[in-house]
């Protein structure tokens, strides 16, 4: 593993890695709190065009220049998807479609044109489909260096403008924000993060770093500054991992293990996270309802009690079975543990029976207080 | 007959028309629910289903590959469900989150399984509509392509579904709430629906992929709809649409010697654009036209 680590190769794939959870995780936030995850997957499938005409342009395979063709196409298709909204009946998921598809269908005839090309150099053009991150080279760090600091200087210099029409586009309007144009740069912003992925995740699943490591940081964090450092964090850790992983595998492509990774990040964050998580509203809801198993036999045994004149009237429990329809075992095993009812014995001949201790008879008129139900009324 | 069959150009034509009119007949009601993003989530997970039926039984296509097919596309969206219902994620960012799993996991048994032979990653995303003719099957003593075979059989069950449904889909798509009130069941003809947008994907993989197969689902009806407000009419012009985008996409991808699956889907991004811009109603230029409207009136 150390030795690994030295590997100038993987050095270079590390960096890439890292430099792209930290573009994804922070635009990807803004994306995921828009609601606009998808069109994270829009622009991605539209680098492909850009990614060949950037080709086109040098002949080579220079990053430099098929990022700067592939944003240019994502950030056409952001234009074409809003002003196809704006200016038509269409709405957003089915112009998020045609984007999607159409430019990607561009992409794939000036593919396959350059691949009928006479020219020994434009091999290898398709991996960016799925990323070849093995590939990647200390220039083209360069590259994506840049971009991530010019996103990142971006969402800095512009920080409470973009916070403020995240989440109260109205209210920002109000105070005299250009809330049009500050939108169209935060939805253009995305495709940075789509370039700076094309070396290592590839057109077809950037969206999915887009998302994931957003949605598995707003399950633990609720401030927008904590959220993307965190996003951030998880980006460069599902890309580390991935591309490790990937590089010790032979055949595997670096893309979706790096995908897969973020998708583990979202599934253990929607099941684990505090107070959000899955788990604990599922063990929140059972607590619940063991507590309101309790509190209904308080009540019952209350009333039986009250009925009968005797605060410590002794009730069978075959006949609170069939009462409550389920074996009340349990429930009546934790009401004994907690002191509130003991075992009593009616007539020798008949099973178990229960009585209210005096503990447990405050605590019932407690609940039907709290319920509203006081007990004046219902005696 | 024998020779219509056996003649390359008709088949890839045929194939291409076959895809474009089932795709559009299933797209036209998920535009106008606005699931149109469905048809990609399913498209791309479906690669996981068809993998893992090639994976147990070596068949590249059929009815198990269908079957398989179909179970992954419900799967996709049963998932997206119960992700966007646990209210932890938005429904969008719940879609963008499940199929890039399925995908992502086909690609990569792919890598691990089946490196050299006839299913690479490359076909999986563009799809070989040019190679289609070269796989046949003798059915009533006609040697017909496969892929025509199996669209013609999808595009029928489509269509048999629109018109014995089309009352059903018709409340459903336009007032779901009045539809569940009916008792028409609405989601039973939703995951309807996006079965046989699965089946049709799976069926149209082998000619277009997964990719470009959402430009003949979406665009069409996109169009259709920037052009009519009757249904009816809406999915009468998005078949032919769909139908004449490959009809002119063919030639053109002779001409310039490209992807025939590229630029029979390009060509219906260039009918949405001459809708766009040129529609009486609801393009650009009505839309000039009302405000100069309503600015002399």
New interface residues.
């Given amino acids: 593993m150390l030795a690994l680590l030295g590997d100038y190769t993987v050095q270079n794939v590390l960096l890439g890695a890292t430099l792209l959870g930290v573009v994804s995780g922070l635009l990807g936030s803004f994306a995921?709190l828009r609601?606009?995850?998808?069109m994270?997957?829009a622009l991605s499938?539209a680098a492909l065009p850009g990614v060949c005409i950037g080709f086109l342009i040098t002949g080579t395979r220079h990053l430099g220049w098929i990022m700067a063709g592939a944003l240019t196409t994502s950030v056409i298709a952001a234009l074409f998807v809003q002003l196809?909204v704006r200016?038509?009946?269409?709405?957003t998921?089915?112009g998020?479609?045609?984007a999607?598809?159409?430019s990607?269908?561009?992409?794939?005839?000036?593919?396959?044109?350059i691949q009928?090309m006479p020219n020994a150099s434009q091999g290898g053009l398709?991996t960016f489909?799925?990323g070849q991150a093995a590939a990647t080279r200390r220039q083209d760090l360069w590259f994506m260096g840049g971009v991530t600091l010019l996103a990142v200087l971006l969402v800095m210099g512009l920080w409470k403008q973009l916070k403020l029409v995240t989440f109260d586009p109205l209210f920002a309007g109000s105070i005299g924000l250009p809330v049009v144009r500050l939108e169209s740069i935060l939805t253009a912003m995305i495709a940075l993060a789509v370039v700076v992925g094309l070396q290592m995740v590839g057109v077809?699943?950037m969206?999915?770093m887009?998302?994931?490591p957003a949605?598995a940081a707003?399950?633990w964090v609720s401030r927008l500054e904590h959220m993307i450092l965190l996003s951030m964090f998880m980006g460069v850790i599902s890309g580390v991992v991935g591309v490790l992983f990937s590089a010790t595998v032979p055949?595997?492509?670096t893309?979706?293990?790096v995908?897969?990774a973020a998708?583990a990040l979202?599934a253990v964050s929607?099941l684990l996270a505090p107070g959000?998580g899955?788990l604990w509203s599922w063990f929140a809801l059972w607590r619940e309802r063991r507590a309101i198993g309790q509190r209904q036999m308080l009540t019952t045994l209350y009333k039986l009690a009250q009925h009968h004149n005797d605060p410590h009237y002794p009730v069978e429990r075959s006949m609170l079975d069939s009462f409550y329809g389920v074996a009340t075992d349990p429930i009546l095993r934790r009401l004994h543990e907690r002191g509130f009812i003991a075992p009593a014995s009616h007539m020798r001949v008949e099973g178990r029976h229960w009585a209210l201790t005096d503990a447990g008879y405050s605590e019932a008129e407690k609940v039907l207080e709290q319920l509203g139900m006081a007990t004046e009324e219902s005696a | 007959m024998a020779a219509f069959f056996a003649d390359p150009v008709y088949m890839i034509l045929l194939t291409g028309a076959l895809v474009a009119a089932a795709g559009s007949l299933v797209g036209t009601f998920l535009v106008l629910q606005r699931n149109s993003m469905l048809s990609d989530a399913i498209s791309h997970s479906i690669v996981f289903g068809i993998v893992v039926v090639w994976l147990l039984t070596k068949a590249q296509s059929g009815p198990l590959q269908i079957a398989g097919a179909a179970m992954t596309g419900v799967l996709t969206v049963f998932l997206t469900e119960i992700v966007a219902r646990t209210r932890r994620v938005k429904r969008d960012a719940a879609i963008g989150l499940v199929f890039p799993v399925l995908f992502a996991t086909g690609v990569l048994l792919l890598n691990l399984y089946a490196r050299d032979i006839h299913i690479d990653t490359h076909t999986v995303l563009l799809g070989e509509i040019g190679f289609v003719w070269l796989d046949t099957m003798t059915l009533w003593g006609w040697e017909i392509p496969q892929a025509v075979i199996w669209m013609s059989l999808v595009t029928l069950v489509n269509l048999l579904f629109v018109l014995a449904f089309y009352k059903e889909l018709k409340i459903a798509t336009f007032d779901r709430q009045l539809a569940a009130a009916l008792g028409l069941a609405p989601t039973l003809l939703f995951y309807l629906l996006l079965g046989l947008t699965s089946i049709t994907a799976v069926a149209a993989f082998d000619a277009v992929g997964a990719v470009l197969f959402i430009a003949f689902v979406i665009v069409p009806p996109a169009t259709a709809y920037l052009l009519t407000d009757r249904l009816s009419l809406m999915l009468l012009f998005a078949v032919v649409l769909g139908v004449a985008a490959t009809l002119c996409g063919y030639p053109l991808a002779v001409a310039m010697d490209v992807s025939v699956g590229g630029t029979m889907a390009a060509m219906t991004g260039v009918f949405f654009l001459l809708a766009f811009l040129l529609s009486p109603r609801y393009g650009l230029l009505g839309h000039w036209r009302n405000r100069r409207l309503k600015v002399s009136g």
Avoid: C
């Fill in positions: 995921v609601q606009q995850s998808l994270g997957d499938h196809v200016y038509s009946r269409i709405k998921d089915a998020l479609g045609i999607l598809s159409v990607f269908a561009l992409g794939v005839m000036l593919l396959t044109w009928g398709d489909l799925f077809v699943l969206t999915a887009v998302i994931a949605a707003r399950q055949h595997l492509a893309g979706p293990v995908v897969l998708s979202v929607l959000r899955m």
